[in-house]
């Protein structure tokens, strides 16, 4: 083989899983794989529930109508960046324990617990509430992920989804839900 065949991509490449969804790998990290594994399914599903808001936030971002459009539709957006790296964190979590992230956008549809919207557009407060019971839903599971790492003393997860996960999610439902408020625009 000469210097030029080694560097052609090896295309079309085919294997076989080394690694099973809802299976551990054994990492040094002081804490039970019993732990582990629950704490792995506890934020996968959080995963997956967060990868769906992502994605109604972009597409309502896109959606954006009326005359709070220009503010919404930043708004939308910005709430859509901090769930994107929320995503990652998360994900990066279940790696570190030594777990397998949900990440495939057709296993996160079988796996959300999230209601699929229409594929039309809605009118802003449908929109803005759909949003808003998405991260209800995914406080409630956060809440429940809460007790049960303190419990397992699972600390890692247990600060990633206080200090980081929730409080996301409270932020943002407080800036959503403000805007769902009926004030006169313009006398009062």
Not at 126 to 148: F, G
Request: hydrophobic share 40%; charged share 20%.
């Amino acid at each position: 083989m000469t210097n030029v065949d080694q560097s052609q991509p090896l295309l079309h490449q085919h294997g076989y899983e080394i690694q099973q969804f809802g299976t551990l790998r054994d990492l040094p990290i002081a804490l039970n794989p019993k732990v582990r594994n629950e704490s792995c399914a506890l934020i996968n599903q959080i995963l997956a529930d967060t990868i769906v808001l992502y994605h109604l936030y972009k597409k309502h971002h896109w959606l954006m109508r009326g005359h709070t459009f220009y503010q919404l539709h930043l708004l939308l957006d910005k709430h859509a960046s901090e769930q994107i790296e929320l995503i990652d964190t998360l994900g990066e979590r279940v790696q570190t324990l030594g777990g397998v992230a949900i990440a495939d956008p057709r296993h996160v549809a079988e796996v959300t617990k999230i209601q699929r919207p229409p594929n039309g557009v809605e009118e802003v407060p449908v929109m803005l509430s759909r949003l808003l019971e998405a991260h209800e839903l995914i406080i409630q599971e956060l809440r429940v992920a809460i007790d049960k790492t303190a419990t397992s003393q699972d600390s890692g997860t247990n600060d990633l989804l206080v200090s980081q996960a929730l409080r996301l999610h409270e932020t943002q439902v407080w800036f959503l839900a403000e805007h769902l408020v009926d004030t006169p625009l313009v006398r009062s």
